[in-house]
């Protein structure tokens, strides 16, 4: 990403591995159905890269997706995993917390960013080092 950002600016970097990530990704039986998401979580994982000039956050920050997403999956494979879709059963317990999870993940996510832009504008911060 970091070459692309050079030449064309972080816009358009974040744009293009955005939509390669989502091209790597669409083997799987489940993409269209979760290419809203994908394409979320690869936005997020490019601007991380931006903000952080790493790969080492986006890393660790697709691995805990991963989790939480298998874990979900694992859980509807034995067979114990019985929740239905918010549109099946309204706003309950389980919709309420995953959408706070979310909500408090989302904001962290812009704090990290945010932090980590302003230490890369400080003064006395040198790029590489």
Do not use: C
Not at 27 to 44: G, R
Not at 91 to 101: N, S
Not at 122 to 129: D, L, N
Request: aromatic content about 12%.
């Amino acid at each position: 990403q970091r070459p692309l950002e050079a030449r064309y600016g972080p816009a358009v970097a974040i744009t293009i591995t955005t939509l390669s990530f989502a091209a790597l990704h669409l083997n799987q039986p489940w993409a269209i159905t979760l290419m809203l998401p994908i394409l979320l979580a690869s936005v997020m994982l490019g601007t991380l890269a931006y903000a952080s000039r790493s790969l080492i956050p986006g890393i660790i920050g697709h691995a805990v997706m991963d989790v939480f997403n298998f874990s979900y999956w694992w859980w509807h494979l034995i067979g114990t995993y019985d929740k239905s879709t918010v549109f099946e059963t309204g706003v309950d317990f389980d919709f309420v917390a995953w959408a706070g999870t979310l909500a408090v993940s989302l904001t962290l996510f812009v704090l990290a960013v945010l932090k980590l832009l302003a230490v890369r504008r400080e003064p006395h911060h040198v790029e590489g080092a």
